[in-house]
Every structure is written in structure tokens, then in C-alpha cells.
T-cell receptor
Framework: AQSVTQLGSHVSVSEGALVLLRCNYSSSVPPYLFWYVQYPNQGLQLLLKYTSAATLVKGINGFEAEFKKSETSFHLTKPSAHMSDAAEYFCAVSAETGANNLFFGTGTRLTVIP | ETGVTQSPTHLIKTRGQQVTLRCSSQSGHNTVSWYQQALGQGPQFIFQYYREEENGRGNFPPRFSGLQFPNYSSELNVNALELDDSALYLC?????????????FGPGTRLLVL
């Protein structure tokens, strides 16, 4: 069955520092992977998605993620953190069969220190 | 283009009551999914509707039920509310069928059961 694991429920970085949020997936078929961001009291906004076209995926707001099959990972990075990046980030994998629903990780809260 | 909208934004109910949450999908999207996000957790899939039929269901009891209307808007109904039903309920719309299709989320309805 498909699932994702996000390592680190809380990550703190200084403004201007590298952001690295970790996600590992489990899937018996080639996965479709997503990163969403959730700002306080809001819904989820898509940052980027991997659909097998390219292993390095660029998203909005300067974020990118690299799909590594050998490591079953899809880590999210941004070279330089901005105060506005403070939010909850969720990694998700598509269902293998049936409805195109998503299985989410438990999320990583990113804090940016000025 | 209108995004996904949900109503109400907040709701307080007592145990044993029934609740109906509403969702209007993004223009052109005929698939609607509902998710429950408990505090500090990632969203969990409840069910999906496509062309007014249930198209997949997560691990939720039958007291969670739904409807989709010809204009693709949707309702989530929860009967016999329990304290653990307190959560943020998210609706997402998408184009049908392909697992890599992006799901676009609404802002959610926050339900508190006392």
C-alpha cells in the first residue's frame, strides 16, 4: 500500500538559509508525488508535483524537489528561506488504484528565524 | 476562474447531532474529494464523487456520507457526531480519472464537536 513519511515534524531555518524538508514514499507502482503548503487557517496549495516526466521538479515560490527512486525519496528544497515561507508542508502520494485520492504525510512545520 | 469554495467556515455542534458541509468545485472540474484533517495531522481521504456517483472511499464509517449535484457541487454529511469528528474538513476538486491530476483544495470547514 502507498504511504509517505515526513521526517521531522518541525524544522527551523534562518532567513536566507537552505530549506530542506524530507519525504520518503512507499508504493508498489511508479508513484505520483506532490508537495502542498498550508498557511495558518487556510486550505492546501500545490507547490509542485512529480509525474515521471523529469526527476527534478520545479514549483512555485522557488521550491523544487528531486525524485530519487533508489532512495524512495522526494525531498523539498529552497536555496534561500524567506519569512513568508513559514507554513506547514505536506508530502503526498497518489492512490495506486481506484479514485485519484492522495495519501498525505503528517506534515512538517517550517519556522523561519529572522 | 473561480476556485474551490466551502461553507460554512466554522461550525460548532454537540455529540449526536448531524452536520452538512458544502463545497463548490473549481470551474470545469467534475470530481470532488473530501478529506478530514485532525489537529496536527495530515489530511485523510474520506470519499470521492465523480458524475454524482461515489468513486472511492477511505476508511471512514457509513455515518459519513456524501452527495454530488449536477453542477458538480458536493455535500458531506456526518450523522451521530462524535468528539473525534472535530477537525478541519477539506474539499478538493480535480479533472477526472488520471491519478496525476492535481487536486485543488478549498479553505476548509472547521468543525468542533462538544
Amino acid at each position: 500500500a502507498q504511504s509517505v513519511t515526513q521526517l521531522g515534524s518541525h524544522v527551523s531555518v534562518s532567513e536566507g538559509a537552505l530549506v530542506l524538508l524530507r519525504c520518503n514514499y512507499s508504493s508498489s507502482v511508479p508513484p505520483y508525488l506532490f508537495w502542498y503548503v498550508q498557511y495558518p487557517n487556510q486550505g492546501l496549495q500545490l507547490l509542485l508535483k512529480y509525474t515521471s516526466a523529469a526527476t527534478l521538479v520545479k514549483g512555485i515560490n522557488g521550491f523544487e524537489a528531486e525524485f530519487k527512486k533508489s532512495e524512495t525519496s522526494f525531498h523539498l528544497t529552497k536555496p534561500s528561506a524567506h519569512m513568508s515561507d513559514a507554513a506547514e508542508y505536506f508530502c503526498a502520494v497518489s492512490a495506486e488504484t481506484g479514485a485519484n485520492n492522495l495519501f498525505f504525510g503528517t506534515g512538517t512545520r517550517l519556522t523561519v528565524i529572522p | 476562474e473561480t476556485g474551490v469554495t466551502q461553507s460554512p467556515t466554522h461550525l460548532i455542534k454537540t455529540r449526536g447531532q448531524q452536520v452538512t458541509l458544502r463545497c463548490s468545485s473549481q470551474s470545469g472540474h467534475n470530481t470532488v474529494s473530501w478529506y478530514q484533517q485532525a489537529l496536527g495531522q495530515g489530511p485523510q481521504f474520506i470519499f470521492q464523487y465523480y458524475r454524482e456517483e461515489e468513486n472511492g472511499r477511505g476508511n471512514f464509517p457509513p455515518r459519513f456520507s456524501g452527495l454530488q449535484f449536477p453542477n458538480y457541487s458536493s455535500e458531506l454529511n456526518v450523522n451521530a457526531l462524535e468528539l473525534d469528528d472535530s477537525a478541519l474538513y477539506l474539499c478538493a476538486s480535480s479533472l477526472p480519472g488520471q491519478v496525476q491530476e492535481t487536486q485543488y483544495f478549498g479553505p476548509g470547514t472547521r468543525l468542533l464537536v462538544l
